[in-house]
């Protein structure tokens, strides 16, 4: 019997349109009416999550945002894990030269240093709006605040996002969690941040083994994940390398695929 499932949401849970079908809404909703743990998790920004999944989700429902380092419950903020500002300037030095754009999540605000098509784009998601100021400003901000990113967005170019990639975990892949959300995006977190670490942490609170749980997903920061979970699925319009690694693939994320999922383990 499964317990508890795990969705991402751009690729996944979502549409084309960033919205959730009706059938997927309905699905979901008489899992959690039979007392299934169903999370959305995601590496968005909190706020680019709330406004869609308050629309099906109660409070009671936890959500993972930030790939992981930042998790939302009952209106409190239950975990959170941020990167050393020592290696946020790191970060920032090695990929300043080359053609990029970074996005820094801190808790509920972003910053980047100019604005372009990628902060743009990351903008129609969410109603925060980005500071757009000079790094050292931000870093100033941060110290201030003793805090720093739970998240770094490097955007750019597919085969200059792998180069950079290899780059940052031959320097700090033992300080780091580095995983790509698409072929485009970099995410860049503190070793205590992944999605299946805010998925382990979960299942301790809610008393749940790791047999028990679903987790569905479609791109390379769910992989991870996809291996954990007792059952892990992969979306129609997952990479190969996703799908070889999941136990069940499903259609798309335009075809229904979560709900044809859901209803393919719990019925």
């Known amino acids: 019997m499964y317990k508890a499932v795990f969705i991402d949401m751009d690729g996944t849970l979502l549409q084309k349109d960033h919205t959730i079908s009706d059938t997927s809404k309905k699905v979901i909703k008489e899992l959690l009416d039979k007392g299934i743990l169903i999370v959305p998790i995601s590496a968005r920004p909190l706020h680019g999550i709330l406004p869609i999944s308050q629309q099906l ?17 009952n209106n409190e903020i239950i975990y959170q894990s941020a990167v050393p500002l020592e290696d946020v300037v790191s970060v920032h030095k090695e ?22 098509a990628h902060i743009q784009k990351e903008q129609k998601i969410t109603d925060v709006k980005i500071k757009i100021q000079p790094f050292h400003l931000t870093v100033d901000e941060w110290k201030a605040k003793q805090n720093g990113p739970n998240k770094i967005l490097i955007a750019g170019n597919a085969d200059l996002i792998n180069g950079i990639e290899k780059r940052l975990i031959e320097d700090h892949g033992d300080k780091l969690n580095m995983s790509k959300s698409k072929t485009t995006y970099l995410e860049v977190m503190s070793l205590g941040s992944s ?17 028990e749980i679903i987790a569905i997903g479609d791109n390379f920061n769910d992989k991870e994940m996809i291996e954990f979970a007792g059952v892990g699925v992969a979306m129609g319009n997952a990479p190969d390398e996703i799908k070889k690694v999941a136990d069940y693939v499903t259609a798309t994320n335009n075809e229904d695929g979560v709900a044809k999922a859901l209803n393919h383990f719990f019925n």
Not at 57 to 73: A, E, M
Not at 95 to 116: F, G, K, L, R, T
Not at 195 to 211: D, H, S, V
């Open 57 to 73: 989700f109660p409070d009671t429902i936890p959500v993972v945002s930030l790939n992981g380092s930042y998790i939302f419950l």
């Open 195 to 211: 999605k299946t670490k805010a998925i382990k942490f979960l299942l301790e609170r809610y008393g749940i083994r790791q047999n």
């Open 95 to 116: 990929i300043a030269p080359h053609d990029v754009s970074a996005m820094y999540y801190s808790q509920m605000d972003w910053y980047a240093e100019a604005d372009n």
